[in-house]
């Protein structure tokens, strides 16, 4: 079973930074993409970063500047480092990763993150 955990959110005015946190773990033997996404009170969840397993990154437009992905393979970790905060970045946000759990299958299964609550005041 695997389980993502993600920390990190809270309340901070416009301008001010946060850094959210997701852990992976249980039957884990590798971990491709991982990835952050956020959802906005009515509104559907959209895309904001992802980090391959090579290190190699990608942006939503709304956020290039501002926020960095990194990981840590060894905790099984990713990271966002959010600089630069707007009252419109305040969502609720998601780790996800592209996890194979085991060796003795091809099966790679995208498991979520519960989720944490970023509000930028403004």
């Known amino acids: 079973q695997v389980q993502l955990v993600d920390s990190g959110g809270g309340l901070v005015q416009a301008g001010g930074s946060l850094r959210l946190s997701c852990a992976a773990s249980?039957?884990?033997?590798?971990?491709?993409?991982m990835a952050w996404y956020r959802q906005a009170p009515g509104k559907q969840r959209e895309f904001v970063s992802v980090?391959?397993?090579?290190?190699?990154?990608n942006y939503a437009g709304f956020v290039k500047g501002r926020f960095t992905i990194s990981r840590d393979n060894a905790k099984n970790a990713v990271y966002l480092q959010m600089n630069s905060l707007k009252p419109e970045d305040t969502s609720v946000y998601y780790c996800?990763?592209?996890?194979?759990?085991?060796?003795?299958?091809?099966?790679?299964?995208?498991?979520w993150g519960q989720g944490t609550q970023v509000t930028v005041s403004s």
């Open positions: 980090i391959a397993s090579d290190g190699s990154t």
């Open positions: 249980g039957s884990i033997f590798s971990i491709n993409a």
């Open positions: 996800n990763a592209a996890i194979q759990p085991s060796r003795s299958s091809d099966y790679v299964g995208s498991y």
